[in-house]
């Protein structure tokens, strides 16, 4: 039992693995993620390599590979979210420009029927500063944003590691979703190796609501 979730447990010659699910109902066709515990048993330094984690999904008779969303590829989606939210961003600080740019024009009516238009720089000036803090204040917000998103990665996901003798290491592992299977429960195994020992945990995925 992990934080009130019970943990599958490997225990091989070198070395103890614990793994759970990071939340308590998986998302039906989201990527599975897993909290990782590793603890080093033997009195050597131990190495764990992500590039040695495997996942399988047994699937009508056959096995077939789930890629392993590793940290650096998390992170390139971060940055690609980021380029998103900034180009949006951007647009939105556009419009607000082009909004304010436009708001020191009017126009007026005489009694006698006659129109025109007119300027006023000062309610222009007064427009532009409101826009520009407005701007000032969604490109903070979108930056803030990103490096709280890659702070929180930083931390929680697993990377590859050194363990000391003795040593715990742990994170958040992210799984490509396995295949459907038509609303029917998913099988797969996650293959952790660390040192020389393999880790083989079964996984029985039901559908939503099960």
């Keep these: 039992m992990r934080d009130g979730q019970p943990a599958l447990v490997s225990r091989q010659k070198s070395s103890l693995v614990l793994v759970r699910p990071a939340s308590r109902q998986l998302q039906a066709n989201g990527r599975p993620?897993?909290?990782?515990?590793?603890?080093?048993?033997?009195?050597?330094?131990?190495?764990?390599?992500m590039a040695q984690v495997e996942?399988?999904?047994?699937?009508?008779?056959?096995?077939?590979?789930?890629?392993i969303v590793t940290y650096e590829m998390l992170v390139q989606e971060e940055k690609?979210?980021?380029?998103?939210?900034?180009?949006?961003?951007?647009?939105?600080?556009?419009?607000?420009?082009y909004g304010a740019s436009r708001a020191g024009y009017g126009s007026y009516t005489t009694p006698s029927g006659r129109t025109g238009t007119f300027y006023s720089p000062t309610a222009a000036a007064i427009a532009q500063g409101n826009a520009a803090a407005q701007n000032d204040a969604m490109i903070a917000t979108t930056v803030e944003a990103g490096q709280r998103n890659m702070v929180a990665l930083e931390q929680s996901v697993i990377k590859d590691n050194t363990l000391m003798p003795g040593e715990w290491y742990g994170?958040?592992?992210h799984v490509a979703p396995p295949t459907d299977q038509g609303g029917a429960q998913k099988s797969y195994a996650i293959i952790i190796t660390v040192g020389s020992d393999r880790h083989v945990i079964d996984v029985a995925q039901g559908p939503p609501g099960v």
Excluded at 55 to 67: L, T, V, Y
Excluded at 82 to 91: M, N, P, R, Y
Aim: proline share 2%; glycine share 10%.
């Design 80 to 97: 690609n979210r980021q380029v998103a939210a900034a180009l949006l961003t951007g647009l939105a600080a556009g419009a607000n420009a």
């Design 171 to 173: 994170g958040q592992l």
């Design 33 to 49: 993620v897993f909290v990782v515990g590793i603890n080093n048993l033997s009195k050597q330094p131990v190495e764990f390599r």
């Design 55 to 67: 996942a399988i999904q047994h699937a009508a008779g056959s096995d077939f590979e789930m890629k």
